[in-house]
């Protein structure tokens, strides 16, 4: 059976650090990947999403970006991290056109 | 650019009240839409889904959707909801097109009150 794979849980980092957010997905192959920020009252936002190694589409301008490095690997990451970067990253993986499962999320503190 | 928009922010209902719950997207192609819902502590999970290419849809745990093409509405009802169904219910969509994003409104949290 497929899983997920998303950490950490919680993260607390200083403004100006870098990030580094990993997802892994077990049971598939090719899958399409994708990170959301959660906020409250906003829903989730797609962030990035991966149809394949080194294939990276961004939906939003912002202090992040993502990368594909291998097949089921996905990373979410910030050379210097902002206070407005701090919120609920969730890493989602789909086959196709159907349902998408999610990870159990990051909760990032920027203090 | 697609777009997903649930115009109720909070719902509170008593157990054995009927609920709907609107969701409206701005693709004019042909879509594939979802549910999804977050129980309290709990990852996301698929509720129920459409997919153009297979019209009928199939509720589940007595939810139903009501899809208006014309309205280019998804709504969900359920007749009489239970206290269990607190938590909170995402509409997403993504178009056929070849694009594989998945966009999701901004949710709807369901109290329900026993």
């Known amino acids: 059976s497929q899983t997920i794979h998303q950490w950490p849980a919680t993260l607390v980092q200083p403004v100006g650090s870098p990030l580094s957010l990993e997802c892994t997905v077990e049971g598939t192959s090719n899958p399409n990947l994708y990170w959301y920020r959660q906020a409250a009252g906003r829903g989730l936002q797609l962030l990035f999403y991966s149809v394949g190694i080194g294939q990276i589409s961004s939906e939003v301008p912002q202090n992040l970006s993502a990368s594909r490095p291998q097949d089921r690997q996905f990373i979410l990451s910030s050379k210097k991290l902002l206070l407005s970067d701090s919120g609920f990253y969730l890493c989602a993986w789909r086959e196709g056109e159907g349902e998408a499962f999610f990870g159990q999320g990051t909760r990032l503190t920027v203090v | 650019a697609q777009s997903v928009s649930q115009h109720n922010h909070h719902v509170i209902l008593s157990e054995a009240a009927s609920l709907e719950l609107g969701c409206n997207y701005s693709y004019g192609g042909t879509v594939n839409l979802f549910w999804y819902v977050q129980y309290p502590g709990q990852h996301l999970q698929l509720l129920l889904k459409?997919?153009?290419?297979?019209?009928l849809v199939k509720g589940i745990k007595g939810f139903e959707p009501e899809f208006i093409k014309s309205k280019f509405s998804f709504n969900l009802r359920k007749p009489s909801v239970q206290w269990s169904d607190t938590a909170e219910y995402f509409c997403a969509v993504n178009a056929q097109t070849g694009a594989n994003n998945l966009f999701f409104g901004t949710g709807t949290r369901l109290t329900v009150i026993p």
């Open positions: 459409y997919f153009s290419r297979d019209p």
